[in-house]
Structure formats: structure tokens, C-alpha cells
């Protein structure tokens, strides 16, 4: 069974949930070390002074906020105990929101809420009434020891709680250049509108993989037994050179279609062979 966050409460009105936190993802990055190419020895960091150029002891370093060119404010850990937001345990729910008025950009990492058993009538008539209303809770949260913006969402038989970043953490888009709104040549926005349509389908987030990972991990399994994986073939690049758009969109509609009459092809003979097996006598 995971190991829960922290045991604390869902608190909104006079109203009080015990939950647990419940990490919601796993991530499976690989994780390399660097190693010395000549005898394969695994490369340490080491912490050197830039002033006397000496390895510096954990116990000799401190932390240094720079306000100028070179110029710190240093703070100990006491420092930061006195300002650290009280570890509260609990979900401190400030508001209600309509989902569709938050930003997705602003959504950053999911946890579960799962009620304790004591508290599971609240839990499920919380979950039922947000989606009753199609809101979810806006709350503070703290999470090893710092405070977090976060929306309580239900999500089938569970609410989630997913962390947000906090206004000034998202960089604004005017800082880049984009294209101007404008209105699209009406035979273009045609076709770009029946590519989308040829390309629509449900979202079924069970069809996609880490395929670059699977790979990597093919490989090295490869190595460790002593053979070696093929190259693969390298995509070739796009021209540079320009193109018509319109040309470029017809004949993207035109893959596409031929994709989709494929997978209509591949489910209409798959059909038949799952209606056989359903008519097959007991044995």
C-alpha cells in the first residue's frame, strides 16, 4: 500500500474531512551518472570555493540570497523556520470556481485525497455536490513546509488535489512573439477545420507510451547482454524552402482519410472474430 503524504483534513464552512495525501503519478525518467570514459569511474561533484579554491565541508556552507553583483544576504536555518508557513495539514478550501475560468498553464502536479473511514459520508457528498454544481474548490495547502495554491477536483470516485503555480510563477506571453488574431482565408479554414474533424476521435490516454524511453531502456538491456541495437533511421529534414499552405493542408486531409479507413477496416474485421468467439458452444 503507498505511503500517505501526511494525514490531516479537507476543511471548507464548518465542515471538516479527515484525508489522506496520495501521490497521483509516478515518474519514470532515467536516471544516468557520469561516468570517466577511460576506466568507467563515477564522477563526484565536488563543492569548491570560488574565492580560495578549496573543497568546502557541508558544515562551512551557508546560503546566500544575491541582491546585487556580488553582493549576498546570507540566512541561516533559523532564518527560514521563522518565516516557513505553519505546516497546517490541511486543505483550507478559500472558494468555489467554475473549472473552465482557470488557466490549464496554471495546473502543476496531482495528488489524491482518500478519505478516512470516518469521514467518508462528507468525502463522497463534497465529491457529488461539485460536480452537481461543475466547480471545484480553490484552497491553500502545505506541503513539506511550503504553502501551495491548489484546486480540489473530483475525478470519478476521487477528488484530487492538484498543486497550481501562483500568478507570477507563469512567464507572460507578451514577453514572445506571436501571430496577430486575424481571419483566415475561408478556403483554408475549411480544410483545416475537415482535417481536425478526420483526426477527431476519444482520448483514450491508454494509446500513448513513452516510446523514446522504451527504446532507451531496449538498448541498454541490449548492452548489458553484450549485443548491440541497429541504428535507427534518421527522419529526413523538412525543406526550408516555402510551401503552400492550402497544398500542404489538402494533402494532410487526404492521409488522414486514409488512416481512418484503415481503422475502420481493422475494427470491422476485429468485430466479426470477437462475435465468433461470443457464439462458440460451451465446451
Same mark, same amino acid.
Given at each position: 500500500?503507498?505511503?500517505?503524504?501526511?494525514?490531516?483534513?479537507?476543511?471548507?464552512?464548518? =465542515?471538516?474531512?479527515?484525508?489522506?495525501?496520495?501521490? /497521483?503519478?509516478?515518474?519514470?525518467?532515467?536516471? #544516468?551518472?557520469?561516468?570517466?570514459?577511460?576506466?568507467?569511474?563515477?564522477? &563526484?561533484? $565536488?563543492?569548491?570555493? %570560488? $574565492?580560495?579554491?578549496?573543497? =568546502?565541508?557541508?558544515?562551512?556552507?551557508?546560503?546566500?540570497?544575491?541582491?546585487?553583483?556580488?553582493?549576498?544576504?546570507?540566512?541561516?536555518?533559523? @532564518?527560514?523556520? *521563522? $518565516?516557513?508557513?505553519?505546516?497546517? &495539514?490541511?486543505?483550507?478550501?478559500?472558494?468555489?470556481?467554475?473549472? %473552465?475560468?482557470?488557466?490549464?498553464?496554471?495546473?502543476?502536479?496531482?495528488?489524491?485525497?482518500?478519505?478516512?473511514?470516518?469521514?467518508?459520508?462528507?468525502?463522497?457528498?463534497?465529491?457529488?455536490?461539485?460536480?452537481?454544481?461543475?466547480?471545484?474548490?480553490?484552497?491553500?495547502?502545505?506541503?513539506?513546509?511550503?504553502?501551495?495554491?491548489?484546486?480540489?477536483?473530483?475525478?470519478?470516485?476521487?477528488?484530487?488535489?492538484?498543486?497550481?503555480?501562483?500568478? @507570477?510563477?507563469?512567464?507572460?506571453?507578451?514577453?514572445?512573439?506571436?501571430?496577430? +488574431?486575424?481571419?483566415? /482565408?475561408?478556403?483554408?479554414?475549411?480544410? /483545416?477545420?475537415?482535417?481536425?474533424?478526420?483526426?477527431?476521435?476519444? #482520448?483514450?490516454?491508454?494509446?500513448?507510451? @513513452?516510446?523514446?524511453?522504451?527504446?532507451?531502456?531496449?538498448?541498454?538491456?541490449? *548492452?548489458?547482454?553484450?549485443?548491440?541495437?541497429? &541504428?535507427?533511421?534518421?527522419?529526413?529534414?523538412?525543406?526550408?524552402?516555402? $510551401?503552400?499552405?492550402?497544398?500542404?493542408?489538402? !494533402?494532410?486531409?487526404?492521409?488522414?482519410?486514409? !488512416? %481512418?479507413?484503415?481503422?475502420?477496416?481493422?475494427?470491422?474485421?476485429?468485430?466479426?472474430?470477437?462475435?465468433? +468467439?461470443?457464439?462458440?458452444?460451451?465446451?
Amino acid at each position: 500500500m503507498a505511503h500517505a503524504i501526511w494525514s490531516g483534513a479537507i476543511n471548507f464552512g464548518l =465542515v471538516t474531512i479527515p484525508v489522506k495525501l496520495q501521490t /497521483a503519478i509516478r515518474t519514470k525518467d532515467l536516471r #544516468f551518472n557520469f561516468l570517466h570514459k577511460k576506466d568507467e569511474g563515477r564522477i &563526484q561533484n $565536488v563543492r569548491t570555493c %570560488s $574565492v580560495c579554491d578549496k573543497e =568546502v565541508p557541508w558544515d562551512e556552507i551557508e546560503r546566500g540570497y544575491e541582491f546585487e553583483k556580488g553582493q549576498y544576504v546570507t540566512l541561516s536555518d533559523e @532564518d527560514f523556520k *521563522r $518565516v516557513n508557513p505553519e505546516a497546517t &495539514q490541511s486543505v483550507d478550501i478559500v472558494q468555489f470556481v467554475e473549472l %473552465s475560468e482557470i488557466n490549464p498553464m496554471y495546473f502543476d502536479r496531482p495528488y489524491y485525497l482518500e478519505p478516512e473511514k470516518r469521514g467518508k459520508h462528507a468525502y463522497a457528498l463534497l465529491r457529488e455536490a461539485l460536480v452537481a454544481e461543475n466547480k471545484v474548490g480553490i484552497a491553500r495547502v502545505v506541503i513539506r513546509s511550503k504553502e501551495h495554491l491548489a484546486a480540489l477536483k473530483p475525478n470519478g470516485d476521487a477528488l484530487v488535489l492538484e498543486l497550481m503555480h501562483f500568478a @507570477d510563477e507563469i512567464v507572460d506571453q507578451d514577453t514572445f512573439e506571436f501571430p496577430a +488574431r486575424e481571419k483566415p /482565408a475561408p478556403n483554408e479554414m475549411k480544410v /483545416a477545420k475537415m482535417l481536425i474533424d478526420t483526426m477527431s476521435e476519444p #482520448f483514450d490516454v491508454s494509446k500513448f507510451r @513513452d516510446k523514446y524511453r522504451e527504446e532507451v531502456m531496449a538498448m541498454i538491456e541490449a *548492452r548489458a547482454a553484450g549485443k548491440e541495437v541497429p &541504428q535507427a533511421k534518421a527522419k529526413p529534414a523538412t525543406p526550408g524552402k516555402v $510551401v503552400n499552405l492550402m497544398d500542404v493542408l489538402q !494533402r494532410s486531409l487526404e492521409q488522414s482519410k486514409g !488512416r %481512418s479507413t484503415g481503422r475502420g477496416a481493422e475494427a470491422a474485421e476485429e468485430k466479426p472474430r470477437r462475435t465468433a +468467439r461470443r457464439k462458440r458452444p460451451a465446451a
